[in-house]
Structure formats: structure tokens, C-alpha cells
């Protein structure tokens, strides 16, 4: 069933928020919804751009070198997201790849309607400028920071880009309301299953956190911190 | 140069503003000539606005954490300038410093802001111009990542091609702007790797050298090192 763009109560959308509402019926016209299960892969590193994706439902992670011996979770993705907007610039081709983590929707809005979209909807290309300019400032952040962390640090950074992606679970807020395997928290931290494993450990030791079979317990958020003080 | 008759064909405030707003941008703008190697802004410095190169050749440097300058941008004629700072802190991530002597305007954010919404060719230009700028910063620090000289040195020159172009059109010769040492620092490599590898793709057919001028052959073959 394909959902309508002008009675979609997802406000975080770029979509919903900044386009017109002449242009919502169009855009519902013009999108086609795609079922994804967990593990799916939505685009691959090398494929040509066709449009943009919008997730409904679901989550998302994009890797790049997808498999190889680098392969480094670039983003998590939730719903009401963009998704795909690495493979605009350039030429058109995508550099990373994105698998859904769990069953998600997706919405897919081709090329030429998305470019009309923002020529027509000066609110929504201001925002996706601005979205670019921040993507493009974390993206540069990460370089700086990820540099100088060590491996314990690294690792606390993956959990904390974990809770910024999807949050705690409503009905416990201590635990994460998704957790990633152990080796995709490698790669979104940037080391190895081996670290994860041995500072997850000790974090447990230490009390931060408690391990329920794959989902984290997070005790103490604020002490997970990357300050000095924060320090678990 | 003034706006409303600038010669200069590659600059986006010219090209994607209707030319009624062309008055509004020489009314607003702030001029400034600076000599080569002087600083356009350092890292750390408030934004308040953002600028265009109207001539000549800048480059623009990130201090990492070990405190070592790493030229990660390399801006020529026409391109947008401090565009890092544009987001949410204020501050500027980066430094910029000119290569050569340039000409800069400088726009308060107010007034650019003003000058995008109410140019929409210009607005989508800038948002496909960060998705260009995500793109490149990503894979030059995937090439970092890699390290394989020969991806190092083959998105330098890319993104140099990318910034100040051609002096020749036809015969492909390459319009660097910086010295072969400046270049091997943008590519994160040694000056005697930069000239091994330039040498390896010389006999591979994908450069060429004459009279300390960079012909690019096959810019597929450079591509194909990146992607």
C-alpha cells in the first residue's frame, strides 16, 4: 500500500516539513514504497543513484567497504530519515552501502522529482543545504576526534552514536532500544570485535553498563560521557 | 570586480542569481585584494558570513590532533570559500590561506541567506555543492585509510582539477597553483613518493610531464584509483 505524503504524521520528515502542500500529492504520485527485512540490502557501494530514499519505518545502517577489510559503519538511520544522500555529488554513484539492521520501510522518490521538489520548495533546498553543511561538518569531526581516541574511548563513542541514532526503549529506559551486533559496533567504532568484546567487559566491571545477552544496559549515561570526569 | 558587469563566468552568485539581485550582492559585499600566502581566516575564529573567490587560488588547512597542517581543499576562481563554518558552532573548523593573489568577497550570513531564498537555482547549487563537498572530504579520507599512494595522489589531483581546472583545455595541462612539495602535503605523502608515484603514472600513460607542466591523459584511470 503506497502511504500519502499529505496525511503523513511524521513531522520530522524534510518532506512533510518543507514542502508545500500543492507539492505532497505529487510527490505521493511519484514515490513508490519498498519492504526491506532485517539484513536487506537497500543500495550497494558502485550502484547508480536513481533518487532518494525516506525512511517510514525501521532502521538503517550505511557501510562503507561493505565486507572488505575496512569496512567501517558510516551511519545508523532511523525513521523519518533521508537516506542515500552520500550518493548525490560526485558522479552520481554510491559510495557506501546501506542494509536495513531490522524490517523497515522505505520510500523512494526518483531523481528528477526530488531536484523539482527543492527548485520549487525554497524552504526545503535551504534545509538540505544546511543538512549537508552539518553532515559534512560531523563527517569532518569524526576524522579529528577519532584520530586521537583510544580504544576504550572509541567504543564508548559507538555506544553514545548508538543512543543518538535510535534512544532507549520506552518501556525501560536503560535499555538501548536497539542494539547492533558486536562487530557492527566494531566497525562503528572503528576497531575490532576483540576490543568491543574486552571494553565491554570492563565497563561491565566497572559498573557502567550490564550486558543482557546481545542488548546493553546502560546504568549510568551520564558517566558514560567522553569528558574527563565522565570518565567510567 | 563589481557584480553587475563581473567578467567572471564561473561564479555561482553570478550564475545562479536572477540578474535583478546581481545589484543587491555588489551593494552588500565586502571587498578585499590579498597577496599570496596571507590568511583569509584562521581556525577558531568566529563566523559571521561566508565568501567567494572572485580571482585567484586559496587553500584551506585543518591542524589535526597532533597539531600538523593538512591542506584538505584546495578553492580557484569563482568557488565559495568558509562554507565549513556554515552550520550550527560558529566557529571555523578550518584556516584558509591564498595561494597566489586573489580578490574575495565576503557576505554576512544574513545577506547570503537573503540572496538563497530568493534565488532557487542558487539554493539547489549550494545544496548539491555540500553533497559534492561531503563526497570528496569522504573519499579522500578513504584514500587516507587505504593508504595506497597511488589513491592519495590520484584525489589530490582530482580535486585540484576540480578547483582551478585547465590552463589549456585541448591539451589537458593541468593548472596547479601550488609547487609539486605543496602538493605532496595536500596528498599526505612524502615529496619522493609524490615523484614516484607521478613517474609510475607517467608510464602508465596517465600523466605526462613537459617543461614542469602536468598533463592529465586518462582522468578515467585517475577516477579508478578512488572509487
Known sequence: MKRKCETCRHTNCFIN????????????????TLNYDGGD?????????????????????????YQGV?????RLANSEQLLGHRGFGGQMIYPVTAIALESS????????TFYSAIKANPELAFNLMMFFADELKSSEKNIRTKNKMTAKEKVISAINTIIEAFGFDERDPQILSFTPSRKDIASIAGTTYETVIRVLSALEKSGCI????????????????????GFC | MNCTKC?????????????????????????????????????????????????????VLLKDAKGEELIIRVAGNGQVLGHRGISDDMVYPISAETLIESEIAYFSNEDF?????????????????FANELHRSEQLRHAHWNKSSEAKVAVALLMVINAFGYKDDEQKVLDLGM??????????????????????FAEQGIVRSINNELIISDIEALNSFVS
Open chain 1, 17 to 32: 516539513k518543507f514542502c508545500s502542500s500543492e507539492w505532497k500529492p505529487l510527490i505521493t504520485f511519484h514515490k513508490t
Open chain 1, 41 to 65: 540490502v537497500i543500495f550497494r557501494e558502485g550502484d547508480n543513484v536513481e533518487g532518494i530514499f525516506q525512511i517510514y519505518s525501521g532502521k538503517i545502517k550505511v557501510v562503507a567497504n
Open chain 1, 70 to 74: 575496512n569496512e567501517r559503519v558510516v
Open chain 1, 105 to 112: 520501510q522505505v520510500t523512494f522518490i526518483p531523481v528528477n
Open chain 1, 210 to 229: 550490564v550486558q543482557e545477552g546481545k542488548t546493553l544496559r546502560i546504568l549510568d549515561w551520564e558517566r558514560l560521557g567522553l569528558n574527563d570526569k
Open chain 2, 7 to 59: 567578467p567572471n563566468t564561473k561564479c555561482f552568485v553570478q550564475k545562479y542569481c536572477l540578474s535583478e539581485w546581481h545589484g543587491y550582492s555588489e551593494h552588500h559585499k565586502i571587498r578585499k585584494q590579498i597577496s599570496a600566502s596571507k590568511t583569509i581566516f584562521s581556525q577558531g575564529d568566529l563566523v559571521t558570513g561566508l565568501y567567494i573567490i572572485c580571482s585567484g587560488k586559496v587553500k
Open chain 2, 113 to 129: 541567506f537573503k540572496l538563497l531564498n530568493a534565488n532557487k537555482d542558487l539554493s539547489f547549487y549550494m545544496m548539491m555543492f
Open chain 2, 179 to 200: 609547487n609539486y612539495r605543496e602538493l605532496s602535503k595536500f596528498a599526505r605523502i612524502s615529496y619522493p613518493t609524490l615523484s614516484r608515484v607521478l613517474k609510475d
